[in-house]
């Protein structure tokens, strides 16, 4: 018999899994929970709130050059949703040219606890995960490599 991840928890997990899994609002059919994990599972907003909580405060082009890849329309969605949650402050400074300053809230440094726990748990298990993929993409015939987590 096969046995889950669940079944290895307190009970308390599973009733945390019905909850984001099966909680749904009458109105709109999406579950609030699963809506405001999607906004903070994203590579964009998962980088900004790293290094916003690396530097403390961060001019926008200064933001940008540490984010690699991500577009300046991009990082300004990105920045604009994470203020709209709630998660950083955009400080505006009446100088010519203005200067713009970027910031984690409280709640803010909250989440970047919770993404540090996860990317801890992806550093400590990253050898496991990269085997298992080795032994997949041999049996499906795929050529890898060994070293690439993508």
């Known amino acids: 018999m096969e046995r889950t991840i669940v079944d290895y928890q307190e009970g308390s997990v599973q009733e945390k899994l019905q909850k984001i899994l099966g909680d749904v609002e009458e109105d709109g059919g999406t579950c609030p929970i699963r809506n405001i994990l ?13 290094h916003l909580g690396d530097a403390g405060t961060l001019r926008f082009n200064e933001l940008k050059k540490r984010v ?12 604009r949703n ?13 100088e010519i040219p203005p ?13 970047l606890v919770q993404i540090i726990e996860l990317g801890d ?18 049996r499906e015939g795929r050529v890898i ?6």
């Open 82 to 94: 994470l203020e709209r949650d709630g998660i950083v402050t955009r400080r505006v400074y009446p």
């Open 145 to 150: 490599d060994s070293v690439s987590l993508n």
């Open 121 to 138: 748990w992806a550093s400590n298990h990253s050898n496991q995960i990269i085997e298992a993929r080795s032994r997949f993409d041999a």
């Open 99 to 111: 200067r713009v300053e970027y910031q984690l809230t409280d709640l803010g440094r909250s989440l």
């Open 68 to 79: 690699d890849g991500i577009s300046q329309r991009m990082l300004t969605v990105t920045l």
């Open 38 to 50: 999607v906004r903070f599972s994203d590579k964009w907003s998962t980088l900004s709130i790293f």
